[in-house]
């Protein structure tokens, strides 16, 4: 497959407060074959307004951030914008 026929990057959006996790992601992506525009966030505010500018396709969460108890804790902040949970 040349660079022309591969799927187009995917958006992923790390609420996540380790950058070494992260990278570690994203090489696993990579040798997986998928391509990734990563955005990574800290702060609870920084979450909400990256689901509205950003656009994730893809969302991985650090649940042992203090901000957020449990994912419960957004609220689907974007109606009709997050459309599965993974625990």
């Known amino acids: 497959m040349s660079n022309s026929d591969s799927p ?8 996540e407060d380790s950058e070494q996790d992260v990278e570690f992601v994203i090489f696993e992506l990579e040798i997986a074959g998928i391509a990734a525009i990563p955005k990574q966030v800290v702060t ?29 804790d957004v609220d689907h902040p974007v109606p009709g914008q997050i459309d599965h949970w993974v625990s």
Request: without cysteine; proline residues 11%; charged residues 25%.
């Open 8 to 15: 187009p990057p995917i958006k992923v959006l790390f609420l």
């Open 44 to 72: 609870k505010k920084d979450f909400l307004d990256a689901l509205e500018t950003f656009e994730p396709e893809v969302i991985l969460a650090d649940y042992s951030l203090p901000m957020f108890v449990y994912y419960g």
